[in-house]
Nanobody, 122 residues
Framework: QVQLVESGGGLVQAGGSLRLSCAAS????????MGWFRQPPGKGREFVAA????????DYTDSVKGRFTISRDYAKNTVYLQMNSLKPEDTAVYYC???????????????WGQGTQVTVSS
């Protein structure tokens, strides 16, 4: 079992930055691939970024490439999403998730956090 708790969301102006954190419980955190997903208002959940359990491979959806960075800290059992140059279309509830298989597909992830709201004003 892995429990995930996100934090760091909030209201920011376009062009600003936020760093989301996802704290994971359990001693096996290092064996899970981690992903960030988001759900914009009135839309389905979509992939944002993922990182392998070794941390040596990352993937991003095209719309955030060059602006967002996913990373993980094994000592703190935490995965981060650094978001720069934020745009109004980044407004969504952001979720972190854990999977024993590396994937960008929502269905591959077994454990989910409760989500944190990110709102970008124009």
């Amino acid at each position: 079992q892995v429990q995930l708790v996100e934090s760091g969301g909030g209201l920011v102006q376009a062009g600003g930055s936020l760093r989301l954190s996802c704290a994971a419980s359990g001693r096996t955190f290092s064996r899970y691939a981690m992903g960030w997903f988001r759900q914009p208002p009135g839309k389905g959940r979509e992939f944002v970024a993922a990182i392998t359990w070794t941390g040596d491979t990352t993937d991003y959806t095209d719309s955030v490439k060059g602006r967002f960075t996913i990373s993980r800290d094994y000592a703190k059992n935490t995965v981060y999403l650094q978001m720069n140059s934020l745009k109004p279309e980044d407004t969504a509830v952001y979720y972190c998730a854990a999977s024993l298989r590396y994937s960008i597909a929502t269905i591959a992830y077994d454990y989910w956090g409760q989500g944190t709201q990110v709102t970008v004003s124009s």
